[in-house]
């Protein structure tokens, strides 16, 4: 999984798709967190890429770990080396 705090538009985000896959070996996921200012919480872009989550968050802190606990809810890391 990738992370990036910071906007992007759809066209953006398939560019940066396209360049980690040439780099990445396997599959992998991008979520994008992008910065609003007078948001009060979180906003799903519901953009229909594959692979990609775009959100809008609150502005003022990207160190809040409310906004951090929501965005993250429900995934898990797995190792798949062993």
Sequence with gaps: MFI???AATPE???E???????????SFNIL?????EGLKGVVDMNWTIDGIC???VPLDNPNDE???DYV???LSLT???T
């Design 16 to 26: 940066l798709k396209t360049t980690l896959s040439e780099l990445v070996n396997g």
């Design 72 to 74: 993250l809810n429900g």
């Design 12 to 14: 953006e985000a398939i």
């Design 79 to 81: 190792n798949f080396w």
């Design 32 to 36: 994008l967190l992008q910065p609003l």
């Design 4 to 6: 990036r705090w910071g």
């Design 66 to 68: 409310a906004v951090w």
């Design 54 to 56: 775009s959100v809008q």
